[in-house]
């Protein structure tokens, strides 16, 4: 088993690009989440999905865009990126919201 | 709020001293789950303990063992005897039963120097 997969590992953007993150797991996990880290701040989750079709918003969704049109794949859209959404991303599944997370390798991304 | 606060930003020690990592958290939902995650300098984050509200037994697993105490609201971590591989930064995190929703703390830096 891959686990959870993320890719690009890393990305560098200009103001007002567009780009998609990409997540995908392979444990059948109902449940998948997007964070991103900050220095001092922990991870804060962005948006989450409790099984395809259904999404929902976490602490910090604005600016961000998600689809669950299986339960493997669960892309995080960035519509129009801005400097204060230069971060470390963190793709994460599990069988429920109080289960163990299993993370993906993380994505970080530059927003100049 | 914060639903999950880590008020040590980092502490540093000395290799085979004992180390206290502190957890305190804020749910009105009766069941939960607390959650401890080790964050190594390559990057990934590593699972190391699950609790639910309703077992409030201590938990010991090798060099490591967890405090949970209900009524103060802790999840405290310590480490027996500390060695430079546990140099990392660990999270605490608490997820609600009736909410869909991972809060994790700030995070605390541990650095153990041989």
């Known amino acids: 088993n891959a686990g959870v997969t993320q890719t690009p590992k890393f990305q560098v953007l200009k103001t007002g690009q567009s780009m998609t993150l990409q997540c995908a797991q392979d444990?059948?996990?109902?449940?998948m989440s997007w964070y991103r880290q900050d220095p001092g701040m922990g991870l804060r989750l962005i948006h989450y999905s409790v099984g395809a079709g259904i999404t929902d918003q976490g602490e910090v969704p604005n600016g961000y865009n998600v689809s669950r049109s299986t339960t493997e794949d669960f892309p995080l859209r960035l519509l129009s990126a801005a400097p204060s959404q230069t971060s470390v991303y963190f793709c994460?599944?599990?069988?429920?919201?109080?289960?163990?997370?299993?993370f993906g390798p993380g994505t970080r991304l530059t927003v100049l | 709020a914060q639903k999950v606060t880590q008020a040590q930003t980092e502490i540093s020690v000395v290799e085979k001293e004992d180390v206290t990592l502190d957890c305190v958290y804020e749910t009105r939902d009766t069941t939960y789950y607390l959650f401890w995650y080790k964050q190594p300098p390559s990057g990934e984050l590593v699972f190391l303990i699950r609790r639910n509200s309703f077992d409030e037994q201590n938990e010991i697993s090798g060099r490591y063992s967890w405090n949970f105490q209900k009524s103060t609201s802790s999840f405290n971590f310590t480490i027996t005897a500390s060695q430079v591989v546990d140099s990392a930064v660990y999270f605490c995190a608490l997820s609600e039963y009736n909410f869909n929703k991972f809060y994790f703390g700030s995070g605390t830096k541990l650095n153990v120097k041989p």
């Open positions: 994460a599944s599990s069988y429920g919201a109080y289960n163990e997370q299993f």
């Open positions: 444990m059948n996990h109902e449940y």
